[in-house]
């Protein structure tokens, strides 16, 4: 059982104060993958546990070829220079990537800035020696470039993958728990995984009643009209004030986890439900849409007061299931079939943790882990 990071790698930047690691939890085949993020407050730790969810992440993924990585870069992703840090670090990197470490975007890093230098430093898509030397491997990098440029439902395929998926274990676990139909919820965050995620929920009659961005959350208990406020997006995920209808109330955007809802959905930041704040909650379900959305501390709370948690590495795979599925040729480039291999992946592993903790009475997250445990790490490619 890998219960330890496997590496993780410090950088210190030159020509700024960023710093940076790269944490490789697992290797699988000889292979990992995760996404980069850049903010003033990423820290090690942080880095260390988005790694591990990942690690989880690939294994509720069934991948048998990918172990799970993280980077993170501290420092201020809207900085003028953000790219050239965000480079910098790549190149410091490339040893790691050039071995198969494939790391793509998160929080404050775009995924096209990511290919784009990926490309200019000559690394191209982080790939193993095998995988080179394969020839399905390059169609299916050929296939996921198409795919990068498809859409669905209005949205790029990999700014809705993730948002889509949510909505499915969203669903799923409410079933599951016999939840009432038309159930309400709140979202925190409208970004790519927030705007899709809340379309594809108002689509299945869920009344999505409150959105939280970093302005402020507007609510009303009558139901948001969705397609507008997806239509007018600010850039960055920003609500945009000129769709706010009359009877929408604006409140501070600390209060969209006490409402009286029946689901809550963190979809924007770690750690943004702990201890000061996770007996407020008055939802019976909350679906992590973001990645560790909840400290250790708050989950004790949560436990206490039976609500159950859809765990971040089982709700929220769309994004690296899309990617294995294309490179590695399990599914045709096909938006609809990949949206349908999603959908049964999610609802599958939802329904394992969801039915178990019915049956047993225990914690959905201690459940999720014993079922997805990543496997030992194998060696990087050399
Ligand atoms: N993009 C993906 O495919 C993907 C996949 C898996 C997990 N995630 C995770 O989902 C989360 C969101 O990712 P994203 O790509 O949608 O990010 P994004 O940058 O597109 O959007 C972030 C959203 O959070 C909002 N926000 C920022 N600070 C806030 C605050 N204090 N209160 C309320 N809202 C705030 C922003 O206004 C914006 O709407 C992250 O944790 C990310 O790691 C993303």
Not at 13 to 22: F, Q
Not at 158 to 163: E, F, P, Q, S
Request: hydrophobic share 40%; glycine share 8%.
């Amino acid at each position: 059982m890998a219960n330890k990071p496997y590496i993780v790698v410090e950088w210190n930047d030159t020509e700024s104060d960023a710093k940076g690691w790269l944490c490789m939890y697992n290797f699988v085949n000889h292979y990992c993958g995760g996404g980069t993020r850049m903010h003033p407050t990423v820290t090690k730790e942080e880095v260390i546990r988005l790694a591990t969810a990942m690690g989880y992440k690939y294994k509720a993924c069934e991948s048998e070829t990918t172990g799970g990585c993280k980077a993170g870069i501290a420092y201020d992703y809207k900085a003028p220079d953000a790219l050239d840090v965000l480079e910098r670090f790549m190149v410091a990197m490339a040893p790691y990537l050039n071995a198969g470490v494939s790391i793509g975007g998160d929080l404050g890093v775009d995924y096209g800035d990511v290919l784009r230098i990926l490309d200019d430093i000559g690394v191209g898509l982080p790939q193993t020696k095998a995988m080179k030397a394969d020839p399905k491997i390059e169609q299916g990098i050929k296939n996921h470039d198409e795919v990068c440029d498809m859409t669905y439902d209005g949205f790029k395929m990999y700014d809705m993958i993730t948002g889509y998926g949510v909505a499915f274990a969203t669903d799923e676990a409410w079933k599951i728990k016999e939840g009432r139909e038309g159930a309400t919820v709140i979202i925190q965050g409208f970004g790519c995984v927030g705007a899709s995620l809340a379309t594809c929920l108002d689509k299945m009659g869920y009344k999505v009643v409150g959105i939280a961005d970093v302005n402020q959350l507007l609510y009303c208990p009558d139901g948001l009209n969705i397609p507008k406020l997806v239509e007018t997006r600010l850039p960055k995920g920003e609500l945009n004030p000129e769709a706010f209808e009359d009877n929408y109330q604006k409140l501070p955007n600390s209060q969209w986890l006490e409402m009286d809802v029946d689901i809550i959905i963190p979809a924007a930041l770690e750690d943004v439900i702990n201890k000061d704040n996770a007996d407020k909650v008055k939802a019976s379900l909350v679906v992590e849409a973001a990645n560790i959305p909840t400290t250790p501390e708050a989950d004790e709370i949560l436990r206490e007061k039976g609500i159950d948690v859809a765990v971040d590495f089982v709700s929220n795979l769309g994004g690296i299931r899309i990617y294995e599925v294309v490179i590695f040729g399990i599914c045709d480039k096909v938006p609809q079939e990949i949206v349908d291999d999603t959908e049964r992946l999610i609802r599958k592993n939802t329904r394992l943790v969801f039915e178990k903790a019915k049956e047993t009475g225990r914690f959905t997250r201690d459940i999720a882990k014993e079922i997805f445990t990543p496997d030992k790490s194998d060696t990087p490619d050399n």
